[in-house]
T-cell receptor
Framework: EDQVTQSPEALRLQEGESSSLNCSYT??????LFWYRQDPGKGPEFLFT???AGEEKEKERLKATLTKKESFLHITAPKPEDSATYLC?????????????FGKGITLSVRP | DTGVSQDPRHKITKRGQNVTFRCDPI?????LYWYRQTLGQGPEFLTY????????KSRLLSDRFSAERPKGSFSTLEIQRTEQGDSAMYLC?????????????FGPGTRLLVL
């Protein structure tokens, strides 16, 4: 069974204090690893997809990386508006169903 | 393109009542997914359509749940005889295959509270 574990569960940062969020996964065959951002009471907002180990993607203050066992979401010089829950999900290469299996998410709070 | 839309955004109902939610996917997206999210958890897969065909249902989807996607456009999710344990956020996502790659885009969700 596919498993996704995110750590830490919650992270509090001072504005400008860089850090990393971790997503470790166990799957039978990885098709893609996804990062989403979710604000309270809203649906997940797509950030990145990573397809192979060694791949990196960047968007503003966010950078996602992928290895064969885990992914990191690096946040550089965060701002209060980066406060949200960050969800990691895997899509496996089994059958036609491209369902996503999510971790529990990491709640990030950035203090001004 | 306005993205995935869901209606209603909030629903409060009494235990035992039936409820129906609607999802309008991004136009030209042929795949549509339903997920359920409870507090402090990530979304969990419920069911999936390719065009109008429902191709897979999770074991989480009891007999009280039914989903349809007539004509491969919008989709509805109905819960019959609601129970307090059905209280959750119901999320819809749509996607379109582009070669090997597929990205699911989520709607704002319908938050259900069963009293």
């Amino acid at each position: 069974e596919d498993q996704v574990t995110q750590s830490p569960e919650a992270l509090r940062l001072q504005e400008g204090e860089s850090s990393s969020l971790n997503c470790s996964y166990t799957v039978s065959g990885l098709r893609g690893l996804f990062w989403y951002r979710q604000d309270p009471g809203k649906g997940p907002e797509f950030l990145f997809t990573l397809y192979s180990a060694g791949e990196e993607k960047e968007k503003e203050r966010l950078k996602a990386t992928l290895t064969k066992k885990e992914s990191f979401l690096h946040i550089t010089a965060p701002k209060p508006e980066d406060s949200a829950t960050y969800l990691c999900a895997v899509q496996t290469d089994t059958g036609a169903n491209s369902k996503l299996t999510f971790g529990k998410g990491i709640t990030l709070s950035v203090r001004p | 393109d306005t993205g995935v839309s869901q209606d209603p955004r909030h629903k409060i109902t009494k235990r035992g009542q039936n409820v129906t939610f609607r999802c309008d996917p991004i136009s030209e997206h042929n795949r549509l997914y339903w997920y359920r999210q409870t507090l402090g958890q990530g979304p969990e897969f419920l069911t999936y359509f390719q065009n109008e065909a429902q191709l897979e249902k999770s074991r989480l989807l009891s007999d009280r749940f039914s989903a349809e996607r007539p004509k491969g456009s919008f989709s509805t999710l109905e819960i019959q005889r609601t129970e307090q344990g059905d209280s959750a956020m119901y999320l819809c996502a749509s996607s379109r295959m582009a070669g090997y790659q597929e990205t699911q885009y989520f709607g704002p969700g319908t938050r259900l509270l069963v009293l």
